[in-house]
């Protein structure tokens, strides 16, 4: 059997640590960053969490706080945050063992990776994992965890560890390690951390006097299978050392384009709702035209706010076809305005609206509809309006030009006061220094 | 075993709530309004227009299809030999004019009918390598290198900042360059370094002298700073090159962008 060894990489505190990249004075300094529309916390530094601030909390109840001992508050940056992401992930990438040409990395979210380490002697894993910690922090200046171990589950238990014990020195390596310290470690970890265990499945499994990492190891896999279904039964297996959740390591192609947000404030008018959809649609265009594409079909969504007590949920969502696959924002437009008239419903208090393109293939590809219904001189005029439509935005910004679909107040636009600058994708924005 | 090789798995990746936000990274070409075809890259070979901050050394960017005005610094074929010289016109009479503050009196006089001279191209911006290393990649740049490769943009460790004041003149870096700094370079003793001090970013060189760290300014009336453990002082990057925008246009377009905001 191939020897498998597997390291989470954890990025400390991510957002948090992205500001303080670009903000010197912030270094020591409580700092929050909040959730999309400045609602909640999303992320607290170690000092603000020293402050009682807790991941979660809504921003306006802990006002007095931030304004007491002077937290720093950042609406969140995800334009940013995805290129550091992006940057710390390039870096982790070339670590990993390099299989048909792909290196064996997972990405499996903006600020955790997997890597196949298995090319690695053991002895050499620690040294490693502090090698892939410092190139990160070197490059970027985002620290991270590291947890090495030989299946999924227990390199996301490293990690835990590597969090909770600073002795560590943020690196922990689990591969070789005697049978009776592992389940020293396991016995301190409830079912409820282990990463794909949420709360139901604690609870089936509390019912059971399962209660620590440790038990759920020994209880036997057709038990747990009995239990938690075949989820529960890897579970057991990869507690054990036998990896059976694979990474997932292919790339899926992009094959579609999302735009979506929740709003500002709860929006019931079809004429908001309208200007949402069209802005959203232009949004999604630009990206399809940027990766030079067309899209054949056009689908858009609109809920409520399922974390608001007073509205009743209810989603909604309508897909439409186009004639003839293209990239031209009015025609995309049209339809998805459309396809809006078909699903509004009056009195609804909906806080999110999202446009959503796909069957996108090549732009250079013409395929006339059935009906032959192509005019080339008519196409080229449109996309010499697009090209330079492009080309305003890009040099002037987003505001400089736009359809008036779009609306023209946008009050319904998601909130985002304390909102740092784009220091990596826009010229406009550079860092200074003097 | 073989049961568990199926596809379904525990946990699926959480959708990154960054993946809808991302935005392609900085762009020189995007800032300089090159098309993806049409531009060049010219090493500068002589002190020419050493006063327009161009230095003996750097590379050039230029556009081959802008038109070149008054006042732009240009490509131009004099004679059968290329030159850099600042374009000036008045009426019809127009003069191609060297900058060099150790050659004042160059030869100024106006181009003739029967001159043989081709504008080449409209100089856009200047490379200034901060750096022995990238003197040396500029040097050797290939014919048509991608600039923003040649700047180590596509790397995860380098970020552009902007310079604001002229205390680093001396070294190539002027008020409103853009300089581009490697994260992950340790910096040696008199390179040109991005640090924290104080809390604010500044562009300093970096010296090491009995068992302290100085920051040096390259203008003869801005003092060393010695560095102490309250300033807090961090390096935050190695300083690789400095981007001088030579072309009004361009530079308006980085201030009209920023008073827009988002």
Known sequence: ?434 | MNAFTSPTIVAAGFPSPGEEWREPRLDVRQLLGLASEGSFCYLMRSADMSAAGILNGDVLVASPTLVAGSTDIVIATIDEATQVRRLLRIGSVAFLVPEDPARPHAQRRPLLSGDSVLIEAVVLCNIHGLSEASRLALSNHPPHANVNRLLGLHLPAVFCTLVKGSSMQGAGVFDGDIVVVDRSQRPAPNDVIIASVNGRFVVKRFIQARGSVFLLSDHPLTPPVLVTTEMGFQVWGVALFSLHLLHQRIKNRLREQRRQGR
């Open chain 1, 1 to 434: 059997m191939r020897r498998s060894v597997i390291a989470l990489v954890d990025c400390s505190n991510f957002y948090v640590s992205v500001e303080r990249i670009f903000h010197a004075a912030l270094q020591k300094r409580p700092v929050v960053v909040l959730s999309n529309n400045d609602g909640n916390l999303v992320a607290v530094s170690a000092e603000a969490k020293a402050l009682g601030l807790k991941r979660g909390m809504a921003y306006h109840r802990c006002r007095s706080i931030i304004k007491q001992h002077r937290v720093a508050v950042f609406s969140s940056n995800y334009a940013l945050y995805q290129d550091l992401s992006d940057r710390v992930m390039q870096i982790l990438a070339d670590f990993a063992l390099l299989r048909d040409g792909l290196r064996q990395q997972e990405i499996y979210s903006i600020d955790e990776c997997f890597l196949d380490l298995s090319h690695i002697p053991s002895e050499q894993l620690l040294d490693y994992g502090r090698q892939m910690q410092e190139a990160v922090l070197h490059a970027t200046g985002i620290p991270v965890h590291v947890g090495i171990a030989p299946t999924k589950i227990l390199a996301k238990i490293a990690t835990e560890v590597a969090k909770r014990e600073p002795s560590h020195a943020d690196v922990v390596n689990l591969v070789d390690l005697p049978e009776q310290e592992l389940d020293a470690i396991l016995e301190t970890m409830a079912v409820g951390e282990i990463w794909g265990i949420g709360k139901r499945r604690a609870q089936i499994l509390q019912a059971q006097e399962i209660f620590t990492a440790e038990i759920l190891k020994y209880t036997p896999p057709g038990r747990t299978r009995h239990l938690l279904g075949v989820v529960g039964e890897r579970i057991t297996y990869e507690l054990r050392g036998l990896a059976c959740i694979p990474l997932e390591v292919t790339n899926k192609p992009k094959q579609g384009i999302m735009a979506s947000r929740s709003f500002g404030r709860p929006v019931e008018s079809q004429q908001e709702l309208a200007e949402a959809i069209a802005h959203y649609t232009a949004r999604a265009a630009e990206k399809l035209r940027r990766q030079q594409s067309v899209a054949a079909s056009i689908s858009i969504f609109v809920s409520t706010n399922r974390f608001d007590p007073e509205t009743p949920p209810y989603a909604t969502g309508a897909s439409g076809r186009l004639l003839c696959a293209t990239d031209f924002t009015p025609d995309l437009i049209a339809v998805a305005q459309g396809l809006l008239q078909q699903i509004y419903r009056p009195g609804i208090r909906y806080h999110r609206a999202g446009v959503y393109l796909s069957e996108i293939g090549p732009c250079h590809v013409i395929q006339p509809d059935l009906f032959g219904g192509y005019d080339f001189e008519q196409e080229e005029k449109k996309a010499r309006l697009m090209a330079t439509l492009d080309v305003i935005t890009n040099f002037c910004g987003r505001d400089a030009i736009f359809f008036g679909a779009q609306g023209l107040e946008r009050s319904w636009q998601a909130k985002s006061r304390w909102l740092s600058a784009h220091y990596t994708t826009r010229w406009s924005d550079l860092l200074q220094v003097t």
